[in-house]
């Protein structure tokens, strides 16, 4: 048996308008080599200048991540030859990154056993992307659109143990960037993608010899990839071989790392201080920017949804899954609230008709989460229905009819039901008046139910008659009558109330 190693590092593309040290466009998908200008494809003579909002930015998601921001953060050349660098070398952070030491909670399950541990974040660092490297039979295409972008960096310690353990951190760390506004985290798109470094050893004897995986562009891959790798490190312990410090690649198709080269360590990039650029101070005012930035987390924030709204840990995860949708929730349910229903109540009902009917309505319209803030049955107008439900004056089917009318038509609700005569009957007398019409016209099924009302053998019988008979009422009422005192009035009419 042996003791497993995990940490990751993880690129994510910062949303800037412009590239992290020049003036050019910063966008996925346009014509390729059309946003590049003399300084991000490293034109001699030309001088690169910071972009402030990457680095405020950067250092957002460092204080997200517990991170300290030093007093001074300066830049290095990195130093590599590939055809996606045009400069040769990579304008990165060494010695003095702008996020430094943090930790964060990840919790989950890997195989049927429930986990929460600290991973520990050694440090985050701004950097240039590279270009994109496109494969086609014997030819390699460059597209340097990407070269330059604003890249960050996050490094953790090798605290995870399992495919599982990284699988979550990705999920959480994803959900955190797009909560603070600084990376779409399309992993599709590159814009948030990760490299995992993992070894083995036996228990007690500390870290082994370090493998990186690379291109592994969703958590799904992370967890493949580094459960496989686990498994090929240890049959090699398991012959007596020595691992091979390397790079490798994931093969997505074969569900297998590849050998890629030899890695690299620190000293071979031959860092040095960048000349171009100067030392960055960060002041108050700047550190102000920072913090203005925060917002609440998505983990505080489905941690106070259980413990506020009384929601399930499911249904707390997958309404914070987007923060529009946990935005739209918290504004319903207030608005619910204001009304005179209570909290738990509120939120009960929202959070279902949220996951589940209007879930449904954007997907058919082809629309996320993010369209909530100008979905056309806005949390005020859900709100409004949820109070006539927990009221009693519409029924679950009616209201969803509304309901969807209401996002149609954008309107609010509560009119629809009035103007189509769906408020519930309540009134006893009303309903009695349907019953006796029933039960006369179902005359046969009526005295079955007084014949059997004392028979416990026929519990289930009687039960299925008594809900064939409320059924003809509903419909005789266009669902309308309040089941409940329609049901009282039927066994008060044949002699069956218990």
């Given at each position: 048996m042996y003791q497993s190693f995990i940490g990751l590092e993880v690129h994510i593309h910062l949303l800037t308008k412009?590239?992290?040290?020049?003036?050019?466009?910063?966008?996925?998908?346009?014509?390729?080599?059309?946003?590049?200008?003399?300084?991000?494809?490293?034109?001699?003579?030309?001088?690169p200048s910071l972009n402030i909002e990457a680095m405020r930015m950067g250092c957002t998601?460092?204080?997200?991540?517990?991170?300290?921001?030093?007093?001074?953060?300066?830049f290095e050349r990195k130093q590599y030859f590939y055809p996606d660098m045009p400069k040769n070398y990579q304008i990165s952070q060494f010695a003095s990154p702008l996020g430094q030491q943090g930790s964060v909670e990840i919790e989950g399950a890997a195989?049927?056993?429930?986990?929460?541990?600290?991973?520990?974040?050694?440090?985050?660092?701004?950097?240039?992307?590279?270009?994109?490297?496109?494969?086609t039979g014997t030819v390699s295409l460059l597209d340097y659109n990407r070269a330059g972008v604003s890249l960050l960096e996050i490094v953790t310690e090798p605290d995870m143990e399992t495919g599982e353990e990284a699988?979550?951190?990705?999920?959480?760390?994803?959900?955190?960037?797009?909560?603070?506004?600084?990376?779409?985290?399309?992993?599709?798109?590159?814009?948030?993608?990760?490299?995992?470094?993992?070894?083995?050893?036996?228990?007690?004897?500390?870290?082994?010899?370090?493998?990186?995986?690379?291109?592994?562009?969703?958590?799904?891959?992370?967890?493949?990839?580094?459960?496989?790798?686990?498994?090929?490190?240890?049959?090699?312990?398991?012959?007596?071989?020595?691992?091979?410090?390397e790079t490798r690649l994931w093969n997505e198709n074969r569900d297998q790392t590849e050998s890629m080269r030899k890695k690299e360590n620190a000293h071979d990039y031959r860092y040095f201080p960048e000349p171009d650029l100067p030392i960055f101070a960060p002041d108050s005012a700047f550190l102000k920017t920072v913090d203005d930035s925060l917002v609440e987390l998505p983990a505080a924030r489905m941690k106070r949804f259980r413990d506020e709204y009384g929601l399930n840990p499911e249904q707390a995860d997958l309404i914070c899954e987007e923060m529009e949708e946990a935005d739209y929730f918290e504004a319903a349910a207030a608005a619910a609230v204001s009304r005179g229903i209570t909290k738990k109540?509120?939120?009960?009902?929202?959070?279902?008709?949220?996951?589940?009917?209007?879930k449904r309505m954007l997907h058919?319209?082809?629309?996320?989460?993010?369209?909530?803030?100008?979905?056309?049955?806005?949390?005020?107008?859900?709100?409004s229905l949820v109070v006539l439900l927990s009221q009693g004056r519409v029924s679950t089917k009616n209201a969803r009819q509304a309901m969807e009318a209401a996002a149609a038509e954008g309107r609010d609700p509560a009119d629809i039901i009035r103007e189509k005569g769906w408020e519930l009957i309540t009134d006893p007398e009303a309903i009695a008046?349907?019953?006796?019409?029933?039960?006369?016209?179902?005359?046969?099924?009526?005295?079955?139910?007084?014949?059997?009302?004392?028979?416990?053998?026929?519990?289930?019988?009687?039960?299925?008659?008594?809900?064939?008979?409320?059924?003809?009422?509903?419909?005789?009422?266009?669902?309308?009558?309040?089941?409940?005192i329609a049901a009282d009035r039927i066994a008060e009419a044949l002699g069956t109330r218990e």
């Open positions: 412009t590239k992290v040290f020049c003036n050019c466009r910063s966008a996925f998908g346009d014509e390729p080599n059309t946003n590049v200008c003399p300084v991000c494809m490293g034109y001699p003579g030309v001088l998601v460092a204080r997200a991540l517990g991170c300290s921001i030093p007093e001074k953060t300066w195989n049927g056993r429930p986990f929460k541990k600290t991973v520990r974040i050694k440090e985050c660092h701004l950097e240039e992307d590279a270009g994109k490297m496109i494969h699988e979550v951190f990705i999920q959480q760390l994803r959900r955190m960037v797009r909560y603070l506004g600084v990376c779409d985290g399309n992993m599709e798109e590159g814009s948030l993608r990760a490299d995992a470094n993992v070894s083995i050893n036996f228990p007690g004897k500390g870290l082994g010899k370090k493998v990186e995986i690379k291109n592994l562009n969703s958590s799904r891959f992370v967890r493949l990839g580094l459960n496989y790798e686990i498994a090929r490190q240890s049959e090699f312990m398991d012959a007596g071989k020595t691992v091979v410090q109540d509120a939120a009960s009902r929202i959070a279902n008709f949220l996951l589940i009917d209007i058919r319209e082809g629309l996320s989460p993010s369209s909530l803030a100008s979905f056309a049955l806005t949390p005020q107008r859900l709100a008046g349907a019953v006796t019409a029933v039960l006369a016209a179902e005359e046969s099924i009526a005295a079955e139910l007084r014949s059997i009302a004392a028979d416990t053998g026929k519990e289930k019988r009687r039960r299925t008659l008594t809900a064939y008979l409320l059924g003809k009422v509903l419909a005789a009422t266009g669902g309308r009558a309040d089941t409940k």
